[in-house]
């Protein structure tokens, strides 16, 4: 009974291993761990759908790690909105196999010479594959006050099966936190 537990983190292990994100965050006075926060949808948008639970549940813990502490929406000193999109698609995916031709000619004297080569490449294979795209915005505010911190963070997964694992995504999200303003970077779990 106890080897399920590892097993369930050897497998997550092995799924994340592919996957990175990108991350862009924008700061300029950005709210220090030791706050108050409520994790809220933007105004407008539901709090019950699924995807929006997961992704705020991911978000609260990355937030409490940092040093925020939760707190009811009606006295939390910062509200964090986190808002989520995805989206799929088939695409193609090439076969890493490919067939080469060559070739050469070349005739030359003593001083002189002349040559012509060249080569084709032809792809030999491919397949279509379900891709999908999941994105994590958050924006960190005052109550009724300007953005004080926002970030986004964009994953993308292949299979047919694919899924965007929330805590990766909130992970990539908060790293070095509050992270470089205005710059797109990669991220990829240790």
Known sequence: MR???LLFLALLAGCASGFSAQ???????????GAT?????PPGLPD???????????????LAALGFRP???ETAELLAEVAV??????????SPVTIGIGGGFG?????SGVGIGGSVAVPVGGRDVRQLETELRVVLRGRGGPPRWE?????????????VNPDLLARALFADYPGPSGRTVRWRPD
């Open 3 to 5: 080897s399920l537990p």
């Open 23 to 33: 991350v862009t965050r924008f700061h300029e006075a950005a709210p220090q761990p």
């Open 37 to 41: 926060v409520a994790v809220v949808p």
């Open 48 to 62: 019950d759908a699924l995807e929006f639970r997961a992704h705020a549940a991911a978000v609260e813990r990355q």
């Open 71 to 73: 707190a009811p929406g």
């Open 85 to 94: 999109t995805s989206r799929s698609w088939e695409g193609f995916r090439r």
């Open 107 to 111: 005739t030359g004297g003593r001083n």
């Open 151 to 163: 970030g986004r963070a964009s994953g993308l997964v292949q299979g047919s099966t694919a899924s």
